[in-house]
DNA sequence: CGAGGGGTTGTTTTT
DNA sequence: CAACCCCTCG
């Protein structure tokens, strides 16, 4: 490319500003951000530089006088949306932060506030989460089914998740029925009627899951043409990101928003899809091209990240892929340290090999916070937290566990949410349930008088047993008085439900409640950064913290040097100087669960191939040689199956095996 | 009718 | 090693 698309502009009155594109972009980069108009499909391959791409696409629209507001940026999380748009206005000021960027949940949510009128859904409504949803499914199977005894019927989760599985991949019951749970066939009849009953009971109750907030935008944009209209016309140009994770609802709201002005650019790696349990589906970014024709594709396959020695290992392990785009990084970057395959005695000795290494590199300069330790499900880093618990050395850990999952996070939120949505029935039986003296068969009579009363918090009005007479005047009275700031800050609101619940936490967990009772101050801490209370709640529910600590600024928990703990779908995206990926065994990674289809098993392969792309300098892959496996009540011991198919020649093996050792 | 205990289950990954 | 279910006791 000889012209060059060095050009000054001036903003206002701001000073003029100077991109050097062409010096800073290569050139598929560089075509990416100049194409402006018409449908762009950008495969990027892992640390090709994809993020900075977008980051110089959305400074160029707003450079040439595209307003901020009718962009919008459709990311996995919130957080790489707003990380995009700070860099953004280092390259072309503040404005870019107008430009209206989350995940398809979240804008789904603020639309659906905003339009959702035009198809009858009340902008009150409050979203609920899976867990929400199980209960709910579990009332309506006990109705539905109450003799659970004689044949083995789905538990709460498990309807939850078959229900969210036929939603996100656009398939009838029946088939998903007959093709993964087979041993539920004999229920069809009665899972069709409680997921009828159970979309009823969500729309009386204006509750809506994470599938419904997709499910209604899908529809409103489908059956109202006024409001398609309306957003097309003020959302130009769309990008979404991380397009292989899509499912089929989200790329028909994609293709929607992009119909009428077909400025829509797609950007994500087939390669490195890893959500199709959630119905995420690979054909969408490889059908794009054929929806939106003619569709200019770019492929960026230069990784600016790894050493050459890590893509040559990743290079080879995706060969084994059954399918996706072929293709092959390249680096410029000099050859470092092959990937180390670290063969321990058992979990004791990776746990220790892990913090040794991490101190080792630590005195050679590479601060904790450029290091991360990958795995492949939560629980798998239980032993090793313990290890550097007791090694001082601070870490944060994502995934797995979620500080909003945890009982008393959600008793508290539930008292909000009652406030925010009296309808909201789940939340009210959590919070009646926790009161002394009340139980499942005390609760219809309850809920009965709120439906039928004026003032559904002036709960001392409601006849109940003397038993629990005190504890339901004591939550009447704090319903009344934060009714009374309804309109207000959600922050005096989280402090009078936390006083009273104070008290209820105590008695309900006995044996850890200090340490609960500081998840408790985070959520003031955090209610304090919202005007809404709705605000606080769906953002909440939307995006969640990753751990308990993320209730800081952001910025300061990243400038605080800490290890980071993954599992591998949290670290997506994500890059730094040195990573472990520890379990490699056939059982753990791939997991026990993938080994019934080959489907499965290709994700696994894109999970490794998401973990072993992560590291700029040093990998390390670990396994101890023997793990007794309390799920399976087997042992684990052979290395996984993604190590051979690398094989020997890109990866170099140390034996922490002491010869004596007795267990080799 | 509610609470608390004991046995049994089955354990990915996330918005 | 939970969370969940069922059962018994108060």
């Not at 929400?132 to 083995?152: G, Q, S």
């Not at 003397?466 to 800050?489: N, P, T, W, Y």
């Amino acid at each position: 490319m000889t012209h060059s698309y060095q050009l000054k502009v001036s903003e206002g009155s701001r000073e003029a500003s100077l991109i050097d594109y062409s010096g800073e972009l290569n050139p598929a980069q560089l075509e990416a951000v100049m194409t402006l108009k018409g449908p762009i499909l950008c495969i990027a391959g892992a640390g090709s530089g994809k993020t900075k791409t977008l980051v110089f696409r959305v400074a160029r629209l707003v450079e040439t006088g595209v307003s901020p507001e009718s962009i919008l940026l459709l990311t996995f999380t919130r957080k790489a949306a707003l990380n995009m748009l700070d860099r953004a206005a280092t390259l072309v000021g503040k404005a870019t932060q107008r430009v209206a960027g989350g995940t398809y949940h979240s804008f789904a949510n603020l639309v659906l506030r905003q339009y959702g009128a035009a198809i009858g859904i009340s902008p009150a409504f409050s979203i609920i989460d899976g867990g929400d949803c199980a209960d709910i499914l579990n009332h309506i199977r006990i109705e539905v089914e109450p003799k659970t005894r004689e044949t083995r019927f789905p538990q709460k989760r498990t309807l939850q998740e078959i229900f969210s599985k036929t939603l996100n991949r656009g398939l009838p019951l029946r088939e998903v029925i007959m093709t993964e749970y087979e041993q539920f066939q004999e229920h069809l009849s009665d899972l069709e009627v409680i997921v009828k009953k159970f979309q009823e009971y969500k729309v009386k109750h204006h509750l809506m899951d994470y599938d419904d907030l997709l499910v209604n935008l899908q529809m409103l944009l489908q059956d109202s043409p006024e409001v398609r209209k309306t957003l097309s016309a003020r959302f130009r140009f769309v990008m979404a990101d991380e397009y292989q994770d899509t499912n089929m609802i989200q790329a028909r709201i994609t293709c929607l928003l992009g119909a009428e002005h077909r400025n829509i650019m797609v950007v994500g790696d087939d390669a490195q899809s890893i959500y199709s349990f959630r119905g995420a589906n690979v054909q969408n970014i490889l059908e794009f091209p054929s929806q939106f024709q003619p569709c200019k594709t770019i492929r960026l396959e230069q990784n600016f990240r790894s050493t050459r020695s890590i893509l040559n290992a990743t290079n080879q392990l995706m060969t084994h892929a059954k399918q996706g785009f072929a293709k092959k990084l390249f680096s410029i970057r000099p050859d470092g340290p092959k990937p180390a395959v670290v063969v321990c005695g058992d979990e004791a000795e990776q746990s220790m090999f892990v913090a040794q290494r991490i101190l080792e590199l630590r005195e050679e300069g590479v601060g904790l916070s450029k290091i991360a330790v990958l795995f492949r499900s939560g629980f798998h880093s239980y032993h090793l937290e313990l290890e550097l618990k007791k090694r001082n050395i601070p870490f944060a850990k994502w995934g797995g566990f979620k500080f909003l999952e945890a009982a008393h996070i959600k008793d508290l939120l539930a008292h909000l949410r009652v406030l925010q949505n009296p309808s909201d029935v789940v939340a009210w039986q959590r919070i009646l349930l926790l009161i002394e003296g009340i139980g499942t068969k005390s609760l219809p009579g309850i809920f009965a008088w709120i439906g039928a009363s004026e003032n559904p918090y002036n709960l001392s009005a409601c006849k109940v047993s003397k038993r629990s007479r005190d504890g339901l005047d004591r939550l009447s009275k704090a319903l009344q008085d934060a009714s009374r700031h309804a309109d207000g800050l959600p922050e005096p609101l989280v402090e009078i439900f936390s006083d009273y619940y104070l008290p209820l936490l105590k008695e309900h967990y006995l044996d850890d409640y200090p340490k609960r009772l500081r998840d408790l101050d985070q959520v003031s801490i955090i209610s304090g950064r919202f005007e809404t209370l709705h605000g606080f709640l769906s953002e909440l529910a939307l995006e969640p913290p990753r751990d308990s600590r993320d209730g800081q600024l952001t910025v300061d928990a990243e400038k605080e040097d800490r290890l980071v703990l993954s599992t591998v779908h949290s670290a997506k995206g994500l890059e730094w100087h040195s990573v472990f990926i520890i379990w490699a065994l056939e059982g753990r990674f791939p997991s026990f669960s993938a080994f019934r289809k080959q489907s499965d098993l290709e994700e696994e392969r894109r999970l490794m191939y998401v973990a072993m792309t992560r590291p700029q300098e040093n990998l390390f892959i670990s396994y101890p040689i023997y793990a007794y496996d309390p799920a399976s009540g087997g042992i684990l011991a052979k290395p996984s199956r993604f190590l051979d198919e690398i094989g020997s020649e890109f990866l170099e093996r140390w034996d922490l095996i002491r010869p004596s050792d007795p267990t080799r």
